[in-house]
């Protein structure tokens, strides 16, 4: 195997600070939370509306103190704390309008329901000049570190091909939440995968898509699989495919990020969407060809996955912000407004329609 270096971690913030959770829902409790052990961030208190819920993740991850609501999480939060709001999409605003002015707030995604939504949220932000991120993490998990880290030594050349391919079978019952909603897949799962697109390719000049619901999934109205491509013109090629209804068994399930430059490409396999939230092993293997020689996959080993070390980069990249340790905050509002926009118009190609068969 050729002897390379590739970075795995995110750098982390000489001073963590405390974190004050708002939501302590399914995804604080299989990520976040792990997480934050894992990188010693201290978390001093939470609120969640359910407070049986809330008293249930005390008890599981020992949180020092439990708020009766909003207005006393905000109160008794220690000046330096970073809100870490972990609730569905639209509950967010709200909540951010409430958070004193020069604060610092990790926000779940999606950012808002929509881009109007997002719009608002970059407004109240700047209003209260919070220094504030969207927790786009999967740019933050170590095979994507390591991915950027190949890219970025030069070592695949120019990126030409970025797809990502989904075909599992999703437990959408983990988020009531979500049969209510008019839009679901690309803005809450494919949303990943447009923001890391833009996190390697940039903005792109458009998008076509198409997204559908699934006749196995009667409930869920606001979309199971989608189809994206992302346009860049000429190069790269983007491209993302989902299918969350792969009811077949795990033999035939992918869940792969493939990338392809001009010296050499990386396969991906996140396993985490394969047995959804457990997970099965990921899988990071790339080529390197050499004049003459057949092209020869090798793989690597990667500590970490996507749960739960991804957030730890998330928090850290606010964290360092705020400490001043960086100039950089990759998925701050003001980035991640983009990859709302860029999903808007995912959801504005899908209702248009495909061009129309002309007439023979
Ligand atoms: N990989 C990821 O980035 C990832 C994965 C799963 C979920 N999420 C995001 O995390 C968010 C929450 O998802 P989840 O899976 O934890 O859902 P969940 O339904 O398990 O948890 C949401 C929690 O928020 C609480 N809540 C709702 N409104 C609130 C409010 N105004 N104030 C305080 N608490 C409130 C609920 O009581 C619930 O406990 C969603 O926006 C989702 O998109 C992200």
């Given at each position: 195997m050729p002897d390379f270096d590739f970075r795995q971690t995110a750098a982390l913030p000489a001073q963590p600070l405390p974190i004050v959770s708002i939501g302590l829902g399914g995804i604080v409790h299989d990520a976040h939370y792990p997480a934050y052990r894992?990188?010693?961030?201290?978390?001093?208190?939470?609120?969640?509306?359910?407070?049986?819920?809330?008293?249930?993740?005390r008890q599981k991850f020992g949180i020092p103190a439990l708020y009766d609501s909003l207005a006393q999480a905000v109160a008794q939060a220690p000046e330096n704390a970073v809100f870490d709001?972990?609730?569905?999409?639209?509950?967010?605003?709200?909540?951010?309008r409430r958070i004193p002015r020069g604060r610092a707030a990790l926000i779940q995604k999606p950012m808002g329901e929509d881009l109007a939504e997002a719009r608002a949220i970059l407004r109240i932000c700047r209003q209260r000049q919070l220094t504030a991120a969207v927790n786009f993490q999967l740019r933050f998990a170590p095979f994507i570190i390591a991915a950027r880290d190949m890219l970025s030594q030069g070592l695949l050349g120019e990126l030409s091909d970025m797809e990502?391919?989904?075909q599992?079978?999703?437990?959408?019952?983990?988020?009531?939440?979500?049969?209510?909603?008019?839009?679901?897949e690309i803005l809450y799962h494919s949303i990943h995968y447009v923001d890391l697109a833009r996190s390697f390719c940039?903005?792109?000049?458009?998008?076509?898509?198409?997204t559908?619901?699934?006749?196995?999934?009667?409930?869920?109205?606001?979309?199971?699989?989608?189809?994206?491509?992302?346009?860049?013109?000429?190069?790269?090629?983007?491209n993302i495919t989902a299918n969350h209804s792969h009811i077949f068994g795990?033999?035939?399930?992918?869940?792969?990020l493939k990338f392809e430059g001009s010296k050499g490409a990386i396969q991906i396999r996140a396993g985490l969407n394969m047995n959804y939230p457990h997970g099965v092993p990921d899988r990071f293997e790339y080529v390197l060809p050499s004049k003459g020689q057949p092209p020869r996959w090798h793989s690597l080993d990667i500590a970490g996955s996507w749960f739960p070390e991804a957030f730890i980069g998330a928090m850290a990249s606010l964290m360092r912000r705020v400490n001043g340790e960086t100039d950089e905050l990759p998925t701050s509002v003001e980035d991640a407004i983009e990859t709302m926009a860029t999903v808007?118009?995912?959801?504005?190609?899908?209702?248009s329609g495909g061009t129309a068969l002309p007439s023979v």
């Open positions: 894992i990188a010693g961030f201290n978390v001093v208190g939470g609120f969640d509306i359910d407070s049986e819920r809330a008293a249930m993740m709001i972990a609730v569905p999409g639209g509950a967010s605003a709200d909540i951010l990502v391919r989904m599992v079978n999703t437990p959408w019952h983990l988020w009531p939440f979500a049969a209510a909603l008019p839009r679901v940039g903005r792109p000049n458009g998008v076509y898509a198409k559908m619901n699934h006749p196995a999934s009667p409930n869920l109205r606001g979309g199971s699989r989608s189809m994206i491509i992302l346009d860049y013109g000429d190069n790269p090629r983007v795990a033999e035939k399930q992918e869940s792969s808007e118009a995912a959801y504005q190609s899908s209702a």
